[in-house]
């Protein structure tokens, strides 16, 4: 539709959210810099970054399509109970809640992209996982949050070590990554804090961290959009 917003996935896309403004919500106190839409303004598809001002509450509503949140910062709550920072939730076709933050909070959220049959409501504190050896590249650890091969999609989270350098990786369903610590570069850019990569389906890249870097990345999902 005409007024889409980075809404083609077979588009490399790289915005710095440090350099964007808040935007207002339909809550005086939630704030948002969105990433990428498609569909309506107030109920299409959406990737953003969301801030709870402290004491923030949002009115009741349900999420057709699902929700994902990761907590970046702060302490985000809602009736399953308080998350705190590294926290990721995902919500399946008819959830509904009343989000608040007492706080305050910092979340990176994908609305109405969980769909289909069979998906499960889940709540992962990362903070409490330890790191794993990466299977393939020495200096690379994971924490695996989300892995569902019946609808192709992996979420984890990865930490580079410093002077990681890591060879061409192929992304035969795309990839969406979002820098929470430090920084790293590969042939397309320089990535910090709060930077949201999307890299179509069928491309490729090689991360390198000087200084060591943990980032948010989701695979498999972008094949059928």
Aim: aromatic share 8%; net charge neutral; proline share 9%.
């Amino acid at each position: 539709m005409a007024d889409a917003l980075r809404a083609d996935v077979s588009r490399l896309e790289i915005v710095h959210t440090d350099t964007m403004p808040w935007a207002p919500s339909p809550s005086p106190t939630v704030w948002r810099k969105r990433l990428e839409r498609s569909g309506p303004v107030e109920a299409g598809r959406v990737t953003s970054v969301v801030r709870y001002d402290p004491g923030s509450r949002f009115h009741a509503h349900p999420h057709p399509d699902g929700e994902e949140i990761f907590v970046i910062s702060g302490v985000f709550e809602d009736h399953r109970g308080a998350h705190p920072a590294g926290s990721y939730l995902l919500a399946a076709e008819g959830f509904e809640h009343a989000p608040r933050s007492g706080p305050g909070c910092t979340l990176f959220v994908k609305l109405r992209q969980y769909v289909g049959s069979g998906r499960q409501t889940i709540t992962v504190d990362s903070a409490a996982m330890k790191w794993s050896p990466h299977p393939r590249f020495a200096g690379v650890e994971i924490k695996s949050l989300y892995d569902s091969p019946e609808h192709g999609e992996a979420v984890r989270l990865v930490r580079l070590g410093a002077g990681v350098k890591l060879p061409p990786v192929e992304m035969p369903g795309g990839e969406e990554i979002f820098v929470l610590e430090g920084a790293f570069t590969d042939e397309h850019g320089a990535y910090r804090p709060g930077s949201w990569i999307r890299l179509p389906p069928g491309s490729r890249h090689a991360p390198q961290s000087a200084g060591g870097c943990v980032f948010y990345v989701k695979k498999g999902h972008l094949a059928d959009r």
